[in-house]
């Protein structure tokens, strides 16, 4: 997964709704709330934090009160939390903490998490490799309704790689991605499709 995708995925994977702006007194107050065990006001300085929601954007600090926010309870906030550490724009790169904010949050069955907790498998970043784990995680991230998971799951069919190579499960795959607004599952898909008709016109 390279940087850019991942800023992009930083950008829409936003699923929480606490991201009001605060003023400075409403903000040390919000701080002191979180730092006493109130998750969902550490979610709202984190998403404030994240967006510049009224205040000024600090990724430090989006990633300070979203990894707590995670590590309480709050599981929408692990894939943003572990995608700023893992990026380290702006905030110390740390891919061992990235990986743990996405265990927590894969464990949860967020998919998301477990897309990107795959990726960390396949290359060895922040966890020991482990390429067979890494399909597995892509494989749940699909189930759980991540249309790149399919993708990433789809590819590893079509290669026969860890697995029996299956150009029919690829194409269930990569149109199930696709069906869901996946564009590299419609491009995969399309290519297949392409070369089957080659195949039989010769």
């Known amino acids: 997964m390279n940087k850019i995708l991942l800023i992009i995925m930083l950008i829409i994977v936003i699923e929480t709704s606490l991201s009001a702006g605060f003023t400075s007194s409403q903000l040390k107050k919000a701080k002191e709330a979180c730092y006493t065990g109130n998750t969902q006001m550490c979610s709202a300085l984190g998403n404030a934090y994240l967006r510049g929601a009224k205040m000024k954007q600090n990724y430090k600090m989006a990633g300070k009160f979203l990894?707590?926010?995670?590590n309480g309870g709050e599981i929408n906030d692990c894939t943003n939390a572990g995608i700023l550490y893992e990026v380290g724009e702006d905030i110390k790169k740390d891919d061992l903490k990235a990986s743990k904010m996405y265990i927590i949050g894969c464990n949860k069955n967020l998919a998301s998490s477990c897309y990107n907790l795959a990726a960390l498998y396949n290359e060895g970043r922040g966890v020991t490799k482990n390429q067979r784990k890494s399909m597995l995680l892509f494989e749940k991230s699909c189930t759980k309704g991540m249309s790149q998971g399919c993708t990433a799951l789809g590819a590893i069919y079509q290669q026969g790689f860890l697995i029996k190579?299956?150009?029919?499960?690829?194409?269930?795959?990569?149109?199930?991605?696709?069906?869901?607004?996946?564009?590299?599952?419609?491009?995969?898909?399309?290519?297949?499709?392409?070369?089957?008709?080659?195949?039989?016109n010769q």
Not at 67 to 70: E, I, L
Not at 183 to 193: F, S
């Open 67 to 70: 990894s707590r926010s995670c």
């Open 165 to 200: 190579k299956n150009i029919n499960k690829a194409n269930e795959l990569f149109k199930r991605a696709c069906d869901s607004g996946d564009a590299q599952g419609c491009k995969m898909l399309k290519l297949n499709q392409e070369l089957l008709e080659l195949e039989l």
